[in-house]
């Protein structure tokens, strides 16, 4: 059994998630980020960069949540996650997902600790920046979704989608979530509604945006 070292409803929500949807439970492992348990000594060594999460498959550590999405569509091919190897649909998965994990994911980062882009001198600028970049994301990926979805590659699901809903999920307390596109919307609701989206949430004990 995989084990994953996680914090509710943070980049390993993904993992986790796909983990459950292609049904194979890992055994959870918290982190208290908020105790700092991502600095010990323990977790560095498994996870260098002090984040989660870190997926342990036969004994070996892995991190990168987009790295561990795409390898779980590689070890469970039976689910689904990716198109076939050498196909058009499959490079536009991957095509998705670097995008999502360079141009979406930094300004969350950038949004949720705005004292790193350039200390904490510069933290409020920092985070309007951030918010902006979201918006803008948002805006490109809603009209992906409107002429070509509702899922990104169309109407099939594939690993970048986990990936994307887990991104709009952290938007939720933000002035403009995700969920006020209008194509978005019809997206989250469609990955919200997978039964493994509500297992992850009640595995990682969270409660908002259920739906
Ligand atoms: N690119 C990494 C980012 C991981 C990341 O930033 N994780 C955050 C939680 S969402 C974390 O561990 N933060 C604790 C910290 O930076 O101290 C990934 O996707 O795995």
Not at 80 to 93: K, M, S
Request: glycine share 8%; net charge negative; proline share 8%.
């Amino acid at each position: 059994m995989d084990i994953l070292y996680f914090s509710p409803g943070s980049a390993s929500f993904g993992v986790h998630w796909m983990l459950l949807d292609a049904g194979h439970a890992p055994e959870l492992r918290r982190v208290d980020l908020g105790a700092g348990q991502q600095r010990s000594a323990e977790y560095l060594a498994l996870n260098p960069a002090g984040v989660v999460p870190t997926m342990i498959v036969d004994g070996q550590a892995f991190a990168e949540s987009g790295a561990l999405m795409l390898m779980l569509a590689d070890r469970y091919p039976e689910a689904g996650f990716l198109p076939p190897t050498g196909t058009a649909a499959r490079g536009l998965a991957y095509q998705w997902m670097l995008q999502l994990v360079n141009a979406l994911q930094p300004p969350f980062r950038h949004w949720f600790y705005p004292h790193e882009a350039a200390g904490e001198s510069a933290a409020a600028e920092a985070k309007q920046v951030a918010g902006q970049r979201i918006g803008q994301m948002f805006d490109r990926i809603d009209a992906h979704l409107a002429a070509h979805g509702p899922y990104l590659l169309g109407d099939r699901i594939s690993a970048p989608d986990f990936m994307l809903a887990m991104l709009c999920r952290w938007s939720r307390n933000m002035p403009k979530p995700a969920t006020e596109w209008p194509a978005l919307k019809r997206f989250i609701d469609l990955m919200r509604a997978r039964p493994s989206f509500v297992t992850t949430c009640d595995r990682e004990g969270l409660e908002e945006w259920r739906q």
